[in-house]
């Protein structure tokens, strides 16, 4: 071992473990820059065991990871039934009988160096403004179910937003195999049984099929989904538990026949014990209710989400178990753990896929020289832990800031401790409207702010900056906004006309 903690030999042999969206994202992004190498990568995956077959909606970060590979839209799109995703609709979240949407995009733009919305929080006191969703593009657009690609140019009201992907995460998973087999990825079909660790290092040295099959290698990437087969049952790592925080631990799916056009956005509608999803794709309408277990049980889940479909089910519901948190170490040893096996943060903000991708490119950042040093290990973990704790925060905020009180886990939900990170932000906003911003990473001003707004978090004051523009100039250009956003969003094409004449995908169903 040197002064970094590093063992072993170069990487000459990568296994992934599992083929689900996490499996063949991974095989893809890793064989798109290690292709030209002398590194091998095998995967290794069980239809006997399957995969966890959920998880239809995206945000935009996803077309960096489809541009790095260099995959062409249209053609992807037409593949995995994808239809576009210009927000998330949230129905009874702050009170009963209300809908926000939280937007890919921006609402407005900055006055004299001040933000948009503290612009709008003194007009609003001052009777001058309109709801604030009247300023975002991406959101009128959705509300008109309407698409247009964003503008390039960055002074254009056509550029200020961003879209992502709803989309047949079994058919992306597809898709990709044949990206990372084309590019030398090898597949091996077979159950692991075994795993061969190296008695001094703990390192793993091989993984064993039930045919006795011995497939070793130098890293492994643990995507075998919730059961962790390599970080967890093989190297014991541990898992943080999220429960009391984010307590919902089972999920009924079901897909259903789409009735009308696809909607650009997916919906999450709250209900007595959790909440439903709603993701429109070009073929069908994926359906889940996500509920915590202590509230409801499965069959009565499975009743409320057949009750409430569009159309008619195509299936019987499937059920999912899973418990909010993260592993205590993402990568231990030389197994990194990417995907359900790193952890689980529920679907409300379709953050799964993106926490996939974020694991790919920073592994791809970190990629050992020679063994698994500790300092690399240590930043990887480092990187992975923040944005998981990131979107936790925005997660139970969705929680917290209800006003339902009309059923147990609503009124237990809001009276919950929330993380502390959680409670700071929160009266930063309470007060004049702060929102804390990250660098890099999840999620940004305008996500805080539609949810805060959306679900009746107001801010007592504003920031006192915007006092240096006269109210009736601020309010014209308020004013102005709301009319181009109208008559910008009402020229674009209907989302169905849109996905028509760029990737229709009839015929391929
Ligand atoms: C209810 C629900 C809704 C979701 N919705 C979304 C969403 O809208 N958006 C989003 O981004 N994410 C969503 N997710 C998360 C998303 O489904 C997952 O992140 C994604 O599918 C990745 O799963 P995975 O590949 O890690 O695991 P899995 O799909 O479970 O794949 C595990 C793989 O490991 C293999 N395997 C396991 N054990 C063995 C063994 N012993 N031998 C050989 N192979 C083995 C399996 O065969 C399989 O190939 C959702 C998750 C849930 C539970």
């Known amino acids: 071992m040197d002064e970094n903690g590093r063992t072993g030999e170069a990487i000459r042999r990568i296994v992934i473990v599992g083929g689900g969206t996490a499996g063949w994202m991974t095989a893809a992004g890793l064989s798109a820059v290690l292709g030209g190498t002398r590194i091998a990568i095998d995967l290794v995956e069980s239809a006997e065991i ?18 790095k590979l260099g995959l062409d839209e249209a053609d992807f799109m037409r593949k995995t039934q994808a239809t576009y995703k210009l927000g998330i609709e949230f129905r009874d979240w702050g009170r009963k009988g209300e809908s926000y949407i939280h937007p890919f995009g921006a609402f407005g733009q900055p006055l004299g160096g001040v933000a948009f919305h503290q612009h709008w929080l003194r007009a609003r ?11 975002s593009l991406p959101i009128i657009a959705a509300r008109l179910k309407k698409f247009a690609p964003p503008a390039t140019d960055p002074r254009s009201l056509g550029s200020t937003f961003s879209y992502a992907y709803q989309f047949d995460a079994a058919l992306y998973a597809q898709y990709l195999r044949a990206y990372a087999e084309a590019r030398g990825v090898r597949r091996t079909e077979g159950k692991i ?8 290092t703990g390192f793993v040295q091989a993984v064993i099929l039930e045919s006795g099959q011995r497939i070793e290698g130098d890293l492994f990437i643990d995507c075998s989904g919730f059961r962790g087969l390599l970080i967890e049952q093989a190297l014991k790592t541990g898992y943080e538990d999220w429960t009391h925080w984010l307590p919902c631990d089972r999920a009924a799916a079901v897909p259903c026949d789409s009735v009308e056009p696809p909607t650009p956005y997916t919906r999450a509608t709250s209900d007595d014990a959790g909440w439903r999803w709603r993701i429109p794709l070009q073929h069908r309408v994926g359906n889940g209710y996500v509920y915590c277990s202590h509230y409801i049980s499965d069959d009565e889940a499975a009743r409320v989400l057949l009750a409430k479909l569009d159309g008619k089910a195509q299936a019987d519901p499937r059920f999912l178990r899973f418990t909010t948190g993260r592993r205590k170490k993402q990568w231990n040893r030389n197994v990194v753990a990417i995907g359900l096996a790193s952890g689980f943060l529920e679907p409300l903000e379709s953050t ?35 944005e998981f704790e990131r979107i936790r925060d925005f997660l139970v905020l969705h929680y917290h800031a209800t006003q ?75 004013a102005e906004l709301k009319a181009a956003v109208q008559s910008t969003a009402e020229a674009m094409p209907d989302h169905q006309a849109f996905l028509e004449r760029f990737c229709d995908a009839r015929g391929a169903a």
């Not at 399957?50 to 541009?67: D, K, L, Q, S, Y």
């Not at 049984?193 to 008695?199: A, K």
């Not at 707004?453 to 107001?458: A, E, R, S, V």
């Open 50 to 67: 399957g995969t966890v077959g959920v998880g239809e909606a995206t945000v935009p970060h996803i077309r960096n990871f489809n541009a």
């Open 125 to 135: 006191q001052r009777g001058e403004a309109d709801s604030i969703e009247a300023y």
């Open 193 to 200: 049984q075994d795993v061969s660790l190296d008695g001094e």
């Open 352 to 386: 799964s896929i993106h926490l996939i991708q974020l694991a790919v490119s920073t592994l791809l950042e970190l990629f050992p020289e020679r063994g698994c040093a500790t300092a690399d290990q240590d930043e990887y973990n480092r990187v992975m832990d923040l």
């Open 404 to 478: 339902r009180d009309d059923s147990a886990f609503w009124r237990d939900k809001a009276a919950a401790p929330i993380p502390d990170s959680l409670a700071y932000k929160m009266a930063l906003f309470r007060d004049r409207g702060v929102v804390v911003k990250y660098r890099d990473g999840f999620f940004l001003e305008p996500s805080w702010l539609a949810v805060y707004l959306g679900q009746n978090i107001l801010p007592r004051g504003y920031d006192p900056m915007a006092d240096a523009i006269d109210p009736a100039e601020a309010a014209r250009k308020l």
